[in-house]
């Protein structure tokens, strides 16, 4: 999911926060939502789609107020219902409030029944919820200590956006897996999931929200303060790999560099001779051309991607999915024919992208076909709200890497190795939970999305 926060009252700030959530759109399409405060009361519009299918000019006009907070959703917990859409709002004894999260809790499941069974009813099935209650029930306190309180009990990833009348507080899960960083417009801060957005909104880039951290921002400018015990830093890799736009930097690295970093690990580590390289666009384009440099072999675009399409992992079925794949990526012949190609992609989840590509450049007349992959091999499932399937739908926990390369027809087929990645990341601290199976965190036993449905 995406986030997009701002505080600053002399400005249109429903219009900021949409060419804000606009930037973000790429962390999820399912469903848009704003909510402004006027110092008093809080309002909200959602809606299910993009954010420019969401909100009409008449819509944002009528979204007044001093701040924001707005929320793309891609659902990791709780069917794609307008029901789960956020930002969430409540009314509780001391007021209202409004949430928006990015990331999965691993113990929402346990809180919910246990709240459930004192009594407390829900009107979503998604873990999001489970916070604000408890953000709710704590709050005989300030805003800040009742999520200070509320961090100490929810486990797992996330990035929060919580808004009461008068100010803004944004905090980031103590291993720093999900992303958030600050802006600066003038006077006054916003939040953003990615730095893109603030670039998109004319704000100057402050710095990441820290891991455990908890900042204010509201008429006295930007507070901050610590809310739980430092735990091991682990921000997400898969945000380098695949998920951030490369034009954002976060933690300090900026995603674009860090891809080409791995196109540049993968021609050490596996060097091919070949005649051209070419990219499956957009998420493998840096590596290629990292790849490429490196080796000296030209990159071309050999395969040229239809604009109008969004992510093919929106699909709900394989069927659609492979429907989908031609319909977003067609092979360039001319650049192909006769050629022996290096194809580039960040990563193979299920299989269904790999194998129809291959057959595509090797239907277009290609001499070989050998596939790079800018990460190693995902077996295990994400936890932290990346939709990355169930454990057995992931190819590579079902096959070894001959028996994938033999799935997808690929002449070669070579994983970058988790050394490689963190030398491209410049980090150990990462996760790469969903590549060794080492999470950051416990995790549920069993998980599915439909959990508290
Ligand atoms: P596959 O067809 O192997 O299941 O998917 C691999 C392709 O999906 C890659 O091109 C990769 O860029 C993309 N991909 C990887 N992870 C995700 C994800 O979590 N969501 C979406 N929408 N696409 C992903
Ligand atoms: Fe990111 Fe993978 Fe860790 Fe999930 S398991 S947070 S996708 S690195
Ligand atoms: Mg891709």
């Known amino acids: 999911c995406g986030l997009f926060g701002i505080f600053a009252p002399e400005k249109e700030i429903a219009r900021l926060t949409y060419y804000g959530l606009y930037a973000l759109q790429h962390r999820g399409q399912e469903s848009a939502g704003i909510a402004v ?3 008093r009361k809080i309002v909200v519009e959602k809606g299910m789609g993009l954010v420019s299918e969401v909100f009409s000019p008449d819509l944002l006009a009528g979204l007044q107020g001093k701040m924001a907070i707005g929320h793309v959703r891609y659902s990791t917990t709780g069917s794609s219902l307008l029901s789960n859409a956020q930002p969430l709002v409540v009314h509780f004894q001391n007021g209202m409030m409004a949430l928006a999260h990015n990331g999965n809790l691993t113990n929402a499941v346990e809180i919910r029944q246990e709240l459930g069974s004192q009594g407390t009813v829900f009107q979503t099935t998604i873990d999001s919820e489970v916070i604000l209650n408890m953000i709710a029930r704590y709050r005989r306190h300030s805003l800040e200590d009742a999520i200070i309180k509320t ?10 956006l919580i808004m009461a009348e008068d100010k803004i507080v944004g905090a980031r899960d103590p291993h720093g897996l999900r ?3 600050i802006g600066r417009l003038g006077e006054r801060y916003c939040f953003a999931s990615e730095s893109c957005a603030l670039d998109t909104i004319g704000a100057e880039f402050v710095r990441d929200v820290k891991p455990g951290e908890v900042v204010t921002i509201d008429d006295a400018g930007l507070h901050t303060r610590f809310g739980t015990p430092q735990e091991r830093i682990a921000p997400c890799s898969f945000e380098y790999i695949y ?25 050490k580590e596996c060097p091919i001779e070949a005649d051209v390289i070419i990219p499956v666009p957009d998420s493998g384009t840096p590596a290629a051309l990292g790849y490429a440099q490196t080796l000296g ?21 394989q069927e659609l999915r492979e429907v989908a794949v031609r319909i977003k990526l067609n092979a360039n012949k001319q650049v192909i024919h006769g050629r022996r190609v290096v194809m580039i992609d960040d990563s193979i989840v299920r299989g269904t992208t790999s194998s129809k590509l291959v057959e595509m450049v090797k239907g277009c007349g ?6 790079l992959i800018s990460s190693p091999p995902v077996k295990y499932s994400c936890y932290y709200g990346i ?6 739908k992931l190819i590579a926990n079902q096959m070894n890497i001959d028996e994938i390369r033999r799935f997808v027809g690929a002449d070669t087929l070579y994983y970058l190795s988790e050394e490689g990645l963190k030398k491209a990341l410049g980090s150990d601290s990462v996760c790469l939970a969903c590549f060794n199976g080492d999470y950051p965190t416990t995790v549920p036993k069993k998980f599915s999305k439909e959990d508290m449905e």
């Open 37 to 39: 405060s006027d110092g």
């Open 366 to 371: 290609a001499k070989e076909v050998h596939l």
């Open 297 to 317: 072999i030209p990159f071309e675009e050999g395969l040229l991607k239809n604009r109008y399409v969004g992510r093919t992992f929106i699909q709900p079925t």
């Open 387 to 392: 939709d990355t399937a169930e454990r057995e």
């Open 179 to 181: 992303p958030l960083c």
């Open 243 to 267: 998920f951030a736009r490369p034009d954002s930097t976060l933690d300090n690295l900026n995603v674009w560099e860090s891809r080409r970093q791995m196109g540049v690990q993968l021609a």
């Open 151 to 160: 961090m100490i009990d929810i486990k797992g990833a996330y990035a929060l």
